[in-house]
T-cell receptor, first 118, second 109 residues
Framework: EADIYQTPRYLVIGTGKKITLECSQT?????MYWYQQDPGMELHLIHY???????EKGDLSSESTVSRIRTEHFPLTLESARPSHTSQYLC?????????????????FGAGSRLTVL | GQNIDQPTEMTATEGAIVQINCTYQ??????LFWYQQHAGEAPTFLSY??LDGLEEKGRFSSFLSRSKGYSYLLLKELQMKDSASYLC??????????WGAGTKLIIKP
């Protein structure tokens, strides 16, 4: 069963529209991430968060914004969608084990939101 | 710059063994991950190596050589359900993940 949920799974919208991709996790993880993935390409980090009220930009901010008001919720907003935003968006979370010798920061991914901007 | 290299696509036969290689150049090293991603689905965690050597987990094994910047994922007794993309990712000195583009593995009967 999924412990991290993304909605919508699929979205087709017109240029200039504002959209929000939702992501929620029930594992109590501190760290959350948004990645963009195109077919046959590597995952690109868009935004991440270390916890409530913490947000950071990744390598590819893609003109989007995020918020982290609650631990379990990490929505991604595109203020004005463009065709170049057409892609798969993956949300992920992990325990914060940075610097710990007890194991890896294993990511748990949501099923993804596939966005098409016409 | 930082980069991860892995073959784009590999083909293997059901029941056989396949080795998927990954070489990396990163700013620091805090572990290497392998994820499996079936078409249209989310990546799922397979293995983690931080020390040199082989980690075995059922039909899957992962090897790491930090001095060579090299890892491989070994899949034994291949099954049709193993058809997927296999993603190699390295955690750098800032604990950020650097991802490879993935290797698409095609299993033939």
């Amino acid at each position: 069963e999924a412990d991290i949920y993304q909605t919508p799974r699929y979205l087709v919208i017109g240029t200039g529209k504002k959209i929000t991709l939702e992501c929620s996790q029930t594992m109590g993880h501190d760290k959350m991430y948004w990645y963009q993935q195109d077919p046959g390409m590597e995952l690109h980090l868009i935004h991440y968060s270390y916890g409530v009220n913490s947000t950071e930009k990744g390598d590819l901010s893609s003109e989007s914004t995020v918020s982290r008001i609650r631990t379990e919720h990490f929505p991604l907003t595109l203020e004005s969608a463009r065709p170049s935003h057409t892609s798969q968006y993956l949300c992920a979370s992990s325990e914060d084990r940075t610097g710990s010798s007890s194991g890896a920061n294993v990511l748990t991914f949501g099923a993804g939101s596939r966005l098409t901007v016409l | 710059g930082q980069n991860i290299d892995q073959p784009t696509e590999m083909t293997a036969t059901e029941g056989a063994i396949v080795q998927i290689n990954c070489t990396y150049q990163t700013s620091g090293f805090n572990g290497l991950f392998w994820y499996q991603q079936h078409a249209g689905e989310a990546p799922t965690f397979l293995s983690y190596n931080v020390l040199d050597g082989l980690e075995e987990k059922g039909r899957f094994s992962s090897f790491l050589s930090r001095s060579k910047g090299y890892s491989y994922l070994l899949l034994k007794e291949l099954q049709m359900k193993d058809s997927a993309s296999y993603l190699c990712a390295v955690m750098d000195s800032n604990y950020q993940l650097i991802w490879g583009a993935g290797t698409k593995l095609i299993i033939k009967p």
